[in-house]
């Protein structure tokens, strides 16, 4: 029987970053699962590239628990990194490595913990989920859901183990990005005034994204729960422009609405529309009828906010051992879950503090906390009524 710790070293060895496959960690889960006598499914993307992994175990007539986290990674490229990302180093009691907080170390004492749910018989399954992707949208976990819609008994409570340093979180801000590009007619800048300068129609939407981000923070569309306590909008992106002397006829620039739950982002992009199809565009016309102003999607999820007095949050307190529940500011397939009617908790090992940078670690007493909370969660399963 392996410990986390050593399916941690297994997992951190697969350099899943989101680009990439991810089937060689798929198929190490399965095989592993398989040696414990659990059969697993497994959901293709289209180029059969990469997989996520679906497992019960316990009696298939019911609902019961989900354990989720996403195989990918981020990128480790222009990071100064003082250890190797693709290998478990341990040092001053901390295991380092790509995804050892986000979020190989809780897919570890969740492998680690399948030994004890099937020591007894279960009186409600658990299930394992294992998705590809959701680090550039939540892409993944989308075709599971779907899969998972189409049986009688889907499950009826998710755990998400994202990094929380273990404490009950049940919210987090959706999100909606979007790209714009904005095309008008290049000249001589000499002649500036018979062109249409795509970069500055790109800055005054960018500035009208900022009036609108600054609307948001009025008291009144404010939620105390969450940090920053508002829906933000951000630009993080711009290109446009070939040299000094040449009013530029393209610019496209990215910008992302992190919505407060009870906030639609997608107000934020309709006014955004509205303003470059009313104001813009017919000055842009008025000098060349071929300039174009256009939005392309490239990701969104939805928020979460679940329920204090819910069953998810009860046990999830009585799991943690806290009834102090907060949000996270970064987002998660939890909103995904909920919306698909599978009430939906986060709580796992490592902090987000160190996710997405160089010399990613999980403490090892955050690993042994979360085989602890899986520990009482197998009692759980195996007591319920």
């Known amino acids: 029987m392996l410990s986390s710790r050593e399916l941690l070293a297994e997992l951190v060895a697969f350099p899943t970053v989101s680009r990439d496959s991810?089937?060689?960690?798929?198929?190490?889960?399965?095989?592993?699962?398989?040696?414990?006598?659990?059969?697993?499914?497994?959901?293709?993307?289209?180029?059969?590239?990469?997989?996520?992994?679906?497992?019960?175990?316990?009696?298939?007539?019911r609902g019961g628990v989900l354990l989720s986290g996403h195989s990918d990674v981020v990128p480790v490229a222009g990071q100064a990194w003082t250890l190797p990302p693709f290998e478990l180093s341990e040092c001053d009691g901390k295991l380092y490595g790509r995804g050892t907080a986000d979020m190989?170390?809780?897919?570890?004492?969740?492998?680690?913990?399948?030994?004890?749910?099937?020591?007894?018989?279960?009186?409600?399954?658990?299930?394992?989920a294992f998705s590809y992707d959701e680090e550039v949208g939540c892409l993944g976990v989308r075709t599971l859901l779907a899969e998972l819609q189409r049986r009688p008994n889907k499950p009826?409570?998710?755990?998400?183990?994202e990094p929380t340093e273990l404490k009950p979180v049940l919210g987090h801000k959706g999100k909606l990005a979007m790209r714009c590009h904005v095309r008008g007619a290049a000249c001589h800048s000499a002649y500036a005034p018979l062109g249409v300068n795509a970069i500055e129609y790109?800055?005054?939407?960018?500035?009208?994204?900022?009036?609108?981000g600054q609307r948001l923070t009025a008291v009144e569309h404010q939620d105390a729960r969450f940090e920053p306590p508002f829906s933000t909008?951000?630009?993080?992106?711009?290109?446009?422009?070939?040299?000094?002397?040449?009013?530029?006829?393209e610019c496209r620039f990215d910008f992302e609405v992190r919505a407060l739950p009870g906030d639609d982002p997608q107000e934020v992009a309709n006014e955004l529309l509205d303003y470059a199809e009313t104001q813009l565009l017919?000055?842009?016309?008025?000098?060349?009828?071929?300039?174009?102003?256009?939005?392309?999607?490239?990701?969104?999820y939805p928020g979460l906010v679940t329920c204090p007095q819910s069953e998810a949050a009860q046990l999830l307190a009585q799991l943690s051992g806290s009834q102090d529940?907060?949000?996270?500011?970064?987002?998660?397939?939890?909103?995904?879950?909920h919306e698909a009617g599978i009430a939906t908790v986060i709580c796992g090992p490592g902090s987000m503090e160190?996710?997405?940078?160089?010399?990613?670690?999980?403490?090892?007493?955050?690993?042994?906390?979360?085989?602890?909370?899986?520990?009482?969660?197998?009692?759980?399963?195996?007591g319920c009524a």
């Open 202 to 212: 790109a800055a005054r939407l960018i500035n009208r994204l900022g009036e609108i």
């Open 354 to 382: 160190q996710g997405h940078k160089a010399d990613e670690f999980v403490s090892c007493a955050q690993l042994a906390g979360c085989d602890a909370m899986l520990m009482r969660l197998a009692d759980w399963l195996q």
């Open 104 to 128: 190989k170390g809780f897919i570890a004492c969740v492998l680690a913990a399948v030994p004890r749910f099937l020591a007894q018989p279960l009186r409600l399954p658990i299930h394992l």
């Open 325 to 337: 529940f907060t949000t996270v500011a970064f987002g998660t397939e939890a909103g995904l879950f």
């Open 22 to 61: 991810n089937l060689g960690l798929i198929e190490f889960i399965r095989a592993y699962l398989a040696g414990l006598g659990v059969a697993c499914e497994l959901d293709y993307n289209a180029e059969r590239s990469k997989a996520n992994l679906f497992a019960s175990i316990g009696p298939s007539d």
């Open 233 to 249: 909008v951000q630009t993080g992106l711009i290109q446009g422009g070939r040299a000094l002397n040449i009013v530029p006829a």
């Open 282 to 300: 017919p000055q842009m016309h008025a000098r060349s009828a071929s300039s174009t102003i256009e939005f392309q999607p490239l990701s969104a």
């Open 156 to 161: 009826v409570l998710c755990l998400i183990g």
